[in-house]
């Protein structure tokens, strides 16, 4: 089965500090996307960042960035120099060639403390 | 702009009654989901579709119907078969066949049942 793992339901970060929050997946397809969403209490879901699975260099956006391990099957997700802004649910999600389905983790509530 | 439209967003039941809610796009998108969000549950996949006239089964698809006529407009009926029906709802769409690509969520409708 296809699953997405995110193993910290809650986060606390302060303002200015960095923050990673994890995530794991389990597929049997060697080629896929990898996708961290946003969602904050406006329950509108954003994208923050994306990476390909070929691609050994980790995605990069502003003040997000990934680690992503293709052998252990990690996507993990850093925020530096935290703002009040970033306060959300992140949810980690991957969608493979074989279905146009995009599989989501349960997510991980980030709290952010001035 | 282009983007999802999702109706109304608060919408309430009485136990035993059918309910339709609303998703309409114009981004000129192939394919639109349905996804269940549950507290710790994260986001489930109730159905999708890939085109007019189609549509998939997803992760929790018992007590929900689907009907996909338009391009545009992929509206989801929840039965009265369906056990526990409260629960926040999103609607999304995405380019088909494109893995890389993004999904684009609607704003949500809460439906409670009671």
């Known amino acids: 089965a296809q699953t997405v793992t995110q193993s910290q339901p809650e986060m606390s970060v302060q303002e200015a500090e960095t923050v990673t929050l994890s995530c794991t997946y389990d597929?049997?397809?060697?080629?896929?996307?990898l996708f961290w969403y946003k969602q904050p209490p406006s329950r509108q879901m954003i994208l923050v960042i994306r990476?390909?699975?070929?691609?050994?260099q980790n995605a990069t956006e502003n003040r997000f960035s990934v680690n992503f391990q293709k052998a252990a099957k990690s996507f993990s997700l850093k925020i530096s120099d935290s703002q009040l802004g970033d306060a959300a649910m992140y949810f980690c999600a991957y969608r493979t060639f074989n279905t146009d389905k995009l599989i989501f983790g349960t997510g991980t509530r980030l709290q952010v403390f001035p | 702009d282009g983007g999802i439209t999702q109706s109304p967003k608060y919408l309430f039941r009485k136990e035993g009654q059918n309910v339709t809610l609303s998703c309409e796009q114009n981004l000129n998108h192939d394919a639109m989901y349905w996804y269940r969000q549950d507290p710790g549950q994260g986001l489930r996949l109730i159905y999708y579709?890939?085109?007019?006239?189609?549509?998939q089964k997803g992760d929790i698809a018992e007590g929900y119907s689907v009907s996909r006529e338009k391009k545009e407009s992929f509206p989801l009926t929840v039965t009265s078969a369906q056990k526990n029906p409260t629960a926040f709802y999103l609607c999304?769409?995405?380019?088909?066949?494109?893995?890389?690509?993004?999904?684009?969520f609607g704003n949500g409708t809460r439906l409670t049942v009671t």
């Open positions: 999304a769409s995405s380019i088909t066949g494109t893995v890389n690509s993004p999904l684009h």
């Open positions: 597929t049997s397809e060697s080629d896929y996307y």
């Open positions: 579709s890939q085109i007019v006239n189609d549509f």
């Open positions: 990476q390909e699975a070929y691609k050994q």
